[in-house]
């Protein structure tokens, strides 16, 4: 399929270079003329400037055609959210555009995921990724394309984010024979807590990659501006749970019972004092009880009581500390209140995220591109995040990993809600910015990277 559609392409370049020649013959009609001018202009539009201008590159983005048809590719999936490791159709959407534009890819990692390459097949390799899930909650925003799935809805952006890597994806074929390398574009499944980058790397989807670039649109961050920084950007995480039990019986009568409710109280206080008593001020990390479940009825003492919660650091040190004290102050506060408990870290389900941590070269080259794409001043940076990424799965195996946020704030369009509210938007303005800057990273990064080797090697798949 993909061979056919390429060419497709050839002959119809054949057949417009007819049209020039005749148009440049003694006496060529009017309508010749104009036809020829046309093509011209045509040709112009899809040659554009080289690879290496990103101020061009972003110009082609926001091209109408180009812009509709990533509006239209974002509108079809934000329809349909599917969760993580189910997310078919979107995945189903993804290959059909990829063969479309005669990319080829492999299929399928991690369950849903797509691997697509662009360019010589050969070294240097650089990857971009999106996250395809969505979110399990009602959309609560009425507008023409409403999920149309009760109870699931994009309300992170990952729906913007696969628009954007096939609005890459269409300017790199548009300039792959300007690609001095293979760029990498990874579709990934299962963002939102099911660790779908541990699965694409255990399926080998980076293999050989030496730099990799992901991003996510920022609903505080104007429109136009991108933000990041070198270093700590994400925290690592993890969730715990436990159950703590005692001896229930008639609220009348506490010492005839061993109440869990007391004694998980105790635990939750104490738990707290593990960040303001036991961590570093300057090292930043966040215990949170979330869950608290136990009893059904006012006169009743409970036999159990279900707590649970997340943590959060930037050093793997601090992380690996707080989930030690964190089983010890569990299991040693319920003993005070002659309780037992069981801790459950669920790192099978819910595995635990690293630290997203920024290369700093890769920083500088970031601040570089991306200066002269939206202008120096619209590059800031960005304080580091207690939230977490799976994004950080890939750091294991890549050398090099960036993440940055790109901006759609618009306060002319009115309120921006925040990401996992029911109320949650896209600003589609935000597209063009996406898929030209991932393009220009991946570009210029081959471009400053080529080895000495690949210039001479005959290209192969090493991928």
């Avoid at 609005?167 to 390398?181: N, P, T, V, W, Y």
């Avoid at 670039?213 to 690592?236: C, E, K, L, T, W």
Wanted: glycine share 10%; hydrophobic share 45%.
């Amino acid at each position: 399929m993909i061979q056919t559609r390429v060419q497709t392409n050839k002959s119809r370049e054949q057949h417009g270079g007819t049209h020039l020649l005749l148009a440049m013959t003694p006496g060529a009609s009017p309508l010749l003329l104009l036809r020829a001018a046309l093509l011209l202009a045509a040709l112009a539009a899809s040659c554009g400037a080289p690879l290496d201008d990103p101020a061009a590159l972003l110009r082609r983005a926001k091209e109408a055609e180009f812009m509709g048809w990533m509006v239209g590719v974002r509108r079809r999936i934000h329809e349909n959210p599917e969760l993580g490791y189910e997310e078919f159709a979107t995945s189903e959407l993804v290959r059909r555009e990829l063969d479309a534009m005669g990319i080829p890819y492999r299929h399928p990692f991690a369950v849903t995921g797509v691997v697509a390459t662009v360019g010589t097949a050969g070294p240097p390799f650089v990857a971009l990724r999106a996250d395809m899930d969505a979110l399990p909650m009602q959309e609560s925003v009425e507008w023409e394309h409403k999920s149309k799935v009760p109870g699931k809805m994009h309300g992170c952006g990952h729906d913007a984010h696969v628009a954007m890597l096939l609005g890459s994806a269409k300017i790199l074929q548009e300039h792959r024979d300007e690609l001095q390398g293979t760029v990498v574009l990874l579709f990934q499944p299962a963002e939102e807590g099911g660790g779908g980058a541990k699965k694409m790397l255990e399926a080998g989807a980076v293999e050989n990659i030496e730099a990799m670039f992901g991003i996510h649109v920022a609903d505080i961050v104007p429109i136009g501006v991108v933000a990041s920084r070198p270093g700590p950007i994400m925290a690592g995480s993890g969730f715990f749970e436990a159950v703590i039990s005692g001896k229930g019986g008639h609220a009348a009568l506490p010492h005839h019972t061993i109440d869990p409710i007391l004694a998980s109280s105790s635990v939750i206080v104490s738990l707290q004092q593990l960040v303001s008593r036991e961590a570093d001020p300057l090292d930043s990390q966040v215990v949170t009880v979330g869950k608290f479940q136990g009893g059904g009825a006012f006169n009743v003492i409970p036999d159990s009581v279900t707590i649970g919660g997340t943590f959060r650091a930037f050093l793997k040190e601090s992380f690996d500390q707080l989930k030690q004290r964190i089983e010890e102050v569990i299991v040693s506060q319920a003993s005070v209140q002659r309780c037992s408990a069981v801790v459950d870290f669920m790192n099978k389900d819910k595995p635990f995220f690293p630290p997203t941590i920024n290369d700093p070269e890769l920083h500088d080259f970031f601040a570089k591109v991306a200066g002269e794409m939206v202008g120096p001043s619209n590059v800031i940076d960005r304080r580091p995040l207690m939230g977490s990424e799976d994004f950080a799965f890939y750091a294991e195996a890549v050398p090099r990993t960036y993440y940055y946020f790109l901006g759609m704030l618009n306060e002319t369009r009115g309120p921006q809600a925040p990401h996992h509210s029911p109320y949650f938007t896209i600003n589609e303005d935000v597209l063009p910015y996406g898929a030209a800057m991932q393009a220009s990273l991946v570009g210029r990064y081959l471009l400053e990277h080529q080895h000495v080797t690949a210039a001479k090697a005959a290209p192969r798949d090493e991928l």
